[in-house]
C-alpha cells in the first residue's frame, strides 16, 4: 500500500471509529485493523495467479482487503465483504470503490456471516469457494443456548467464541490450496474449550505461519484491546509442512524476527490436547530441551489445586487479623516480596475461623509450593512461585485464597526442600519461556501448570537444598543450576 492510500484508508478507519456507538462496540467486536498491520497480513499470501475470489467476513470500513488489493492492484478480484452493522457500510462501499477497477463484481453483504456461511455450506451452495481470506473477526463469547451456537452445531462446529466460529467457517468456505490470514486473540492456542477448533482447523489446513505481537497492545494502539493477538496463516487442504514463527514488538514490525519450526515443536505428537505453542526464540533453553523435566505432576506424586478458600463466599468468618480460634488464610497479598510476609496489613484478610463451615476449605499445615494465578503485565516472569512455610504459624491448619495455585501432596504439606525445589524450578527462565510458548494470558491456572513437565522428585529435593544453603540467589545463578543439573552449564 503506498502512503497516500495507507493514509486514506487510516483516515476513514479512525473516521469511523469515531461514530461508533460504544456499547454496540463492545457488542460486535468492532476493532479496525490499523493499516500497517493490515498490510503485513496480505504480504503473508502467496504470489498466485488465477481467478482470486477473497473472503472478508466481518468487514468493518474494509482495511484488510484495502490492503490486499494494493498487492494484487493488477489482477482482477472478486470481494465478498459481509459486515453486519449497516452503519459502516457506506465506508466499506467507499474502500471499495476506490478499487473499482479490479474488483470485479464485487458484494458487500449487511448480513450475519454465522447465518450466512452455515446456509451455504448446508445447502451445498458453496461450489465458488473462496480462494483467499483475509479476516479479523470479533471477538465474543458465544452462549451456549444462542442461535449462532445451534447454526454452528448444525455444520458440527463446536466452539465458544466469534473469533473462531468466524475462522472455522472461513476454513470450510475456501477451495483446495485457498489461502487464509486472520487476526485472531491468541487464547485459542491452549484453551481447553479451543480443542474442537484446533482439531477442526488443523484437520481441514496446513498451518504454515504463525505472528506473534510481543507487546499486548501494540497490534490496535488506537483501541484498548488488551488480548494478546496473533496472525495466523492456513491453507486448505494443503499437507502440514515446516511452520514459520515470526514476532514483533509492536505494528511497526521493525524488529521482525522470522524462524521456521518442525510441526512438531509447534504441536507435540503425543499431545490429545493439540496445543498450539508458540515459540519466541529457537529451543536452545526451552525445557524441550531439559532432559531432566520430563514427568507430569502426577507421576512424581504431586497435585496442584486453585486455592479453594472464596472469600466472599465465606464473608462471615473473615478476619481482617489474627485472632484465637482462627487460621492463616493466604492471599497473592502475602507474597508481594522475595518470601511470604504474614500477617500483613493490608486490604486482604489475614485469617479465617476456624469452623465446621470453614473446615472442608482447609489444608493441614505445611510446607507448600504456591503460584499467583495473575501476575501484572510488568513481571518480567508470568509464572512466580513461593514456598510457604509452617514455621510462620501456630495453627494445625491453612486456607489458600483462590487467587493462588498450591502445589500439595494428596492435599497435605510437601517435603520442605521439595518445596523450595519446585519453586525454584518454576521460577527459572526455562519454565518462564516454555509457559509463554503456549500461553498469551499473564494468567495461570492450576490447568497450565499440570500441562508442564517436572524434573524427578531427587532433583527436586536437590535444588531445595541448594536454594535454601544459597539465600536469594540472583535469576542467572537460577537458570545455570537448572542447566547444569543436565549438562548443559554455559
Ligand atoms: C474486529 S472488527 C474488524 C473489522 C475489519 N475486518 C478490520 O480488520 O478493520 C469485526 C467486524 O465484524 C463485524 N461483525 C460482528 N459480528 C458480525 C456478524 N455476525 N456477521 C458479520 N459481521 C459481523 C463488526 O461489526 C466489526 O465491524
Redesign the pocket.
Known amino acids: 500500500m503506498d502512503g497516500a492510500a495507507e493514509i486514506a484508508i487510516d483516515q476513514v478507519?479512525l473516521e469511523a471509529n469515531s461514530l461508533l456507538n460504544p456499547a454496540r462496540k463492545i457488542e460486535?467486536?468492532?476493532?479496525?485493523?490499523p493499516s500497517r498491520v493490515?498490510r503485513f497480513m496480505a504480504s503473508l499470501f502467496s504470489a498466485g495467479h488465477g481467478t482470486v475470489r477473497l473472503l472478508?467476513?466481518?468487514?468493518?470500513?474494509?482495511?484488510?482487503t484495502a490492503a490486499f488489493m494494493e498487492r494484487r492492484a493488477d489482477a482482477p478480484v472478486h470481494v465478498t465483504a459481509?459486515?453486519?452493522?449497516e452503519s459502516?457500510a457506506p465506508y466499506l462501499r467507499e474502500t471499495l470503490a476506490r478499487y473499482g477497477n479490479c474488483c470485479t463484481g464485487s458484494s458487500v453483504i449487511d448480513?450475519?456471516?454465522?447465518?450466512e456461511a452455515v446456509y451455504r455450506i448446508k445447502l451445498g451452495t458453496n461450489e465458488q469457494c473462496f480462494s483467499h481470506a483475509i479476516?479479523?473477526?470479533?471477538?465474543k463469547k458465544i452462549k451456549s443456548d444462542s442461535l449462532h451456537r445451534a447454526l454452528l452445531r448444525a455444520v458440527s462446529l463446536e466452539t465458544v467464541n466469534?473469533y473462531t466460529a468466524f475462522v472455522g467457517l472461513a476454513v470450510e468456505l475456501m477451495r483446495q490450496d485457498g489461502e487464509i490470514v486472520a487476526?485472531i486473540p491468541r487464547s485459542f492456542c491452549n484453551g481447553l474449550y479451543y480443542k474442537p477448533f484446533r482439531e477442526w482447523i488443523l484437520g481441514r489446513a496446513a498451518l504454515e505461519h504463525i505472528h506473534l505481537f510481543h507487546s499486548r497492545t501494540s497490534a490496535f494502539n488506537d483501541d484498548e484491546v488488551l488480548q494478546e493477538n496473533v496472525i495466523i496463516k492456513l491453507v486448505r487442504g494443503k499437507k502440514q509442512g515446516t511452520v514459520t514463527i515470526t514476532t514483533s514488538s509492536d505494528s511497526s514490525f521493525s524488529d521482525l524476527q522470522s524462524h521456521v519450526y518442525p510441526f512438531e515443536e509447534i504441536v507435540h505428537e503425543d499431545d490429545a490436547q493439540k496445543f498450539i505453542h508458540v515459540p519466541t526464540a529457537p529451543t536452545h533453553s526451552g525445557l524441550d530441551s531439559v532432559p531432566l523435566a520430563e514427568r507430569f505432576l502426577d507421576e512424581i506424586g504431586l497435585a496442584v489445586s486453585t486455592g479453594p478458600v472464596v472469600d466472599f463466599r465465606l464473608k462471615d468468618f473473615l478476619r481482617k487479623r489474627p485472632e484465637k480460634g482462627t487460621v492463616p488464610l493466604l492471599y497473592p497479598a502475602h507474597f508481594a516480596g522475595d518470601s511470604m510476609e504474614w500477617p500483613r496489613e493490608s486490604k486482604k484478610p489475614n485469617a479465617l475461623l476456624d469452623h465446621q463451615e470453614t473446615k472442608k476449605w482447609l489444608y493441614p499445615n505445611g510446607f507448600y509450593t504456591v503460584v499467583r494465578r495473575f501476575s501484572s503485565k510488568e513481571e518480567r516472569r508470568r509464572i512466580v512461585a513461593h514456598v510457604v512455610d509452617p514455621r510462620a504459624f501456630s495453627g494445625s491448619a491453612i486456607g489458600f485464597e483462590n487467587h493462588l495455585n498450591v502445589f500439595h501432596f494428596e492435599k497435605k504439606g510437601i517435603d520442605r526442600d521439595i518445596a523450595y525445589g519446585l519453586a525454584m524450578f518454576l521460577n527459572s527462565t526455562a519454565v518462564d519461556e516454555y509457559f509463554r510458548r503456549f500461553s498469551g494470558h499473564t494468567q495461570v491456572n492450576a490447568t497450565d501448570l499440570r500441562l508442564l513437565r517436572y524434573p524427578r522428585l531427587t532433583e527436586l529435593k536437590q535444588l531445595g537444598q541448594w536454594i535454601q544453603a544459597v539465600g536469594h540467589p540472583a535469576q542467572e545463578m537460577i537458570d545455570r543450576r537448572i542447566e547444569g543439573m543436565c549438562g548443559k552449564e554455559k
Open positions: 478507519r460486535l467486536g468492532q476493532f479496525m485493523t493490515a472478508d467476513a466481518g468487514a468493518g470500513v474494509g482495511s484488510l459481509y459486515e453486519i452493522d459502516l448480513r450475519d456471516f454465522i447465518q479476516l479479523n473477526p470479533p471477538y466469534l487476526i
